[in-house]
């Protein structure tokens, strides 16, 4: 028997509230019933950057509440539009917003789940990473199981590349198997470059369809310089995030490109941040993927919309047939709020949610904590 699920996601990116209305029938057919995106006001994005960044306990109780309102929000919107009760679901599953990712130490995402119950009357899934953490693992990446299960070629090797604020990998030996499942963050996705693109234009939250990106020319000394960076190097299983690459690497990499190039225009240090990134996920697959010639690579993700960026993935991946995840799945937007209503679904039925050469676990875990409706 089916069942639906709402899944609820604010990611790296930090640009909105994902909500997606999943039904699942068994832990390989999902299908998107709807979804639709809450964007944050600027001033709600800059209060989630401000706790990122340097808030006190008391703003990060108060963005706790504060979110767990937005996702409501989000969630009750979907439902109406697609004229479904609260009371139809099995469980909301939300993932929150990470607000903070210290690998190995600890990994905290707001976004009170007893908020969500409240208002939406129904049992919240939610806190998927710290049981990971707790198991020895770093709590990310979580969506490997999905694509495991759900995205992967049915005969063949495929990865899975989502460039959100962090971009992120993983490796399918085939659909339907965890056996030879291998995933890891390869560093900044648009984070940096959407900071960069602040700095250029603050009444931007970022470079619109790769414009700026296109009309400049990367510093490669630059590149050269921040791709030094140890992560980069690191073997997996590894993740990171906004307190590697988030800001202050924007700020730096400006800073390079001006003392480089005394005429650098802000174009420039766009098409520098674009650069670092294609070049950091580049030399990730070089490294850790599989030499399979039959392979493809499926891209999603906020840097999938971003031409300028795509199309230096595609130049320096030339060996990896690339295709859109949208093009033989759904809209590529929601694929974290739906891998996270299936994380929610297996939570209920007692199936792990890791991946533990992934995360490095010690093992599979049952994820996530359960607010009853």
Not at 301 to 315: E, I
């Amino acid at each position: 028997m089916s069942e639906l699920v709402l899944g609820l996601m604010s990611g790296t990116s930090i640009d909105g509230v994902d909500a997606a209305l999943v039904e699942i029938e068994g832990p390989s057919t999902v299908r998107l019933v709807a979804w639709e995106t809450r964007p944050y006001e600027p001033t709600e994005r800059a209060a989630i950057l401000q706790v990122i960044t340097n808030g006190s306990v008391r703003d990060v109780a108060l963005l706790h509440r504060q979110l767990g309102n937005w996702l409501a929000e989000a969630g009750s919107a979907l439902l109406k539009r697609t004229r479904h009760s609260a009371t139809s679901l099995a469980c909301v599953a939300s993932h929150g917003q990470t607000v903070w990712h210290e690998p190995g130490q600890a990994t905290l995402q707001l976004g009170c789940p007893a908020t969500l119950a409240e208002r939406l009357g129904v049992q919240v899934v939610s806190d998927f990473r710290s049981r990971d953490v707790a198991g020895g693992g770093q709590g990310a990446p979580l969506v490997p199981v999905a694509d495991a299960m759900l995205f992967g070629h049915p005969t063949r090797g495929r990865a899975l590349l989502n460039i959100g604020g962090i971009a992120n990998v993983t490796w399918v030996p085939k659909r339907g198997a965890l056996d030879g499942v291998m995933a890891f963050d390869t560093g900044p996705g648009v984070a940096v470059i959407d900071a960069v693109a602040r700095l250029a234009d603050s009444t931007q939250p970022y470079d619109r369809d790769g414009a700026r990106a296109a009309r400049g020319s990367a510093v490669a000394a630059v590149v050269d310089e921040l791709i030094a960076h140890p992560y980069f190097a690191a073997s997996p299983p590894k993740s990171t995030g906004r307190e590697a690459f988030g800001g202050d690497v924007a700020l730096r990499l400006v800073a390079l490109v001006r003392s480089h190039r005394s005429e650098a225009s802000d174009d420039d240090c766009v098409a520098t941040a674009v650069e670092l990134t294609a070049r950091s996920i580049a030399s990730a697959f070089a490294r850790w993927l599989p030499g399979d010639p039959t392979r493809d690579l499926v891209v999603s993700g906020g840097g999938a919309r971003n031409p300028t960026l795509l199309a230096r993935v595609r130049t320096l991946l030339p060996d990896w047939p690339v295709r859109l995840f949208d093009e033989e799945f759904f809209d590529g937007d929601a694929k974290e709020a739906v891998a996270f209503a299936y994380l929610g679904w297996r939570t209920l039925h007692g199936l792990a949610g890791n991946v533990p050469t992934a995360t490095g676990a010690v093992g599979p875990r049952v994820l996530g904590s359960i607010t009853p409706g």
